[in-house]
């Protein structure tokens, strides 16, 4: 098992000109692809199954979701940037883990649903986070919808229902026997520019949005980095009022409960900003620590 943090700007995908996307670049966001070519270059050395991912733009307000048909294929336009991502994508699910992992958060009391509706849209956090991380979409993948805990409560809540999901995670994989990528598909600090460039790769305009939102991004990732991972969680709800963190939607926080709330550091494979917002590609080697 692996964790991940793998953050979803479009962005990313629009600047490496995949043939699924119809819109074209110039590149851009260098830092954060090669980030990502580090990480798929590290990945590339283990034997996985299956991507397990949950994504704060599947919002269901009613528990969490799972996709449950085998297979998705169709188009996926960005609401906010359809000038940069239209993405024609077609992936395998893992129905028979996400059942398990349903099944097993529904024995600890959570509010759970298979989505079954083979017409559902499938949203762009989870198909530009395994784009990154597997371009050849050739590993299933288990989708998870984030049940906005904090939009509808609080972080303290929102966290809560989080572990809980991230042990029914792994123990629900560790029954199975399969070996799993757990990506938290989110970026850190999340205040972002209101205006777009005429040409949107121009990285000449391209940097944090405040001096307070580096700060925040630099304190996550060293305290990840040294194996703070427990300090992160007690620090959320600072890190989601102050930073407006996109690991409100939980993310973050499901996977490192999932991996076992780790002691041992991350590694960094890059940072970046996109449109002014903070972000962090980084692993979680569990499958090389003896104690895991
Ligand atoms: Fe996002």
């Known amino acids: 098992m692996a964790g991940l943090l793998a953050p979803h700007p479009p962005h990313l995908v629009y600047a490496e000109n995949p043939e699924q996307n ?33 994504s704060p733009h599947w919002q269901t307000y009613v528990g969490t979701h799972f996709l449950g048909v085998e297979n998705f294929k169709s188009l996926s336009v960005d609401p906010v940037f359809p000038n940069l991502f239209r993405f024609h994508y077609d992936m395998k699910i893992d129905v028979e883990l996400a059942q398990a992992i349903h099944d097993e958060a529904q024995g600890q009391g959570m509010s759970v649903k298979m989505m079954e509706n083979p017409d559902f849209r499938v949203d762009y956090g989870t198909i530009t986070s395994c784009h990154m991380v597997r371009p050849q979409w050739d590993k299933p993948i288990v989708a998870i919808s984030s049940n906005r805990g904090h939009a509808y409560y609080s972080v303290e809540v929102m966290q809560e229902m989080m572990l809980e999901l991230g042990r029914a995670t792994r123990k629900a994989i560790e029954d199975s026997g399969k070996r799993c990528v757990l990506i938290a598909s989110n970026s850190l600090s999340h205040r972002h520019f209101t205006t777009e460039s005429a040409v949107p790769e121009d990285m000449s305009v391209e940097h944090i949005t405040s001096h307070a939102m580096h700060l925040w991004d630099m304190r996550i990732i060293e305290l990840l980095r ?66 895991a």
């Open 22 to 54: 119809e819109p074209s670049s110039e590149g851009g966001w260098e830092q954060l692809r090669w980030g990502y070519e580090r990480l798929r270059e590290s990945l590339s050395e283990i034997d996985y199954d299956c991507l397990v991912i949950l």
């Open 226 to 291: 040294a194996g703070k991972s427990q300090q992160v969680v007690n620090e959320m709800p600072e890190f989601v009022e102050q930073a407006i963190a996109e690991a409100d939607g939980g993310a973050l926080t499901w996977m490192l409960s999932a991996i076992g709330m780790p002691e041992h550091g991350a590694i960094l494979h890059g940072y970046g900003t996109i449109i002014g917002t903070g972000n962090a590609i980084m692993e979680w080697p569990c499958h090389a620590w003896s104690d």
